[in-house]
Nanobody
Framework: QVQLVESGGGLVQPGGSLRLSCAAS????????MSWYRQAPGKERELVAT????????TFAASVKGRFIISRDNAKNTVYLQMKSLKPEDTAVYYC?????????WGQGTQVTVSS
């Protein structure tokens, strides 16, 4: 079955960096559109960035443009979210999402907390 396992979250000081990883299995990763979402306490889940099967990237969240980069390694079945210049408002649970054959799959999420 489809599995998405996020890792790399944690506590970081403002201005710091983190790289999230999402290891995928159970489907043809190279054909899937992969995305990162996040959900802060009391807020709706927000689409952060998407990378197509062909490697085209789209950053949807205006607040992270220039600071977050999505990438993928099809050989490792893994999608990444490189985050820099982190701010307290980036604190959220970050979710990996796969869209493959018109079905959507979610990981369990990884907590990112930005605080001094």
């Amino acid at each position: 079955q489809v599995q998405l396992v996020e890792s790399g979250g944690g506590l970081v000081q403002p201005g710091g960096s983190l790289r999230l990883s999402c290891a995928a299995s159970g489907f043809t990763f190279s054909s899937a559109v992969m995305s990162w979402y996040r959900q802060a306490p009391g807020k709706e889940r927000e689409l952060v960035a998407t990378i197509t099967s062909g490697g085209r990237t789209i950053t949807f969240a205006a607040s992270v443009k220039g600071r977050f980069i999505i990438s993928r390694d099809n050989a490792k079945n893994t999608v990444y979210l490189q985050m820099k210049s982190l701010k307290p408002e980036d604190t959220a649970v970050y979710y990996c999402n796969a869209n493959w054959r018109d079905a959507t799959h979610w990981g369990q999420g990884t907590q990112v907390t930005v605080s001094s």
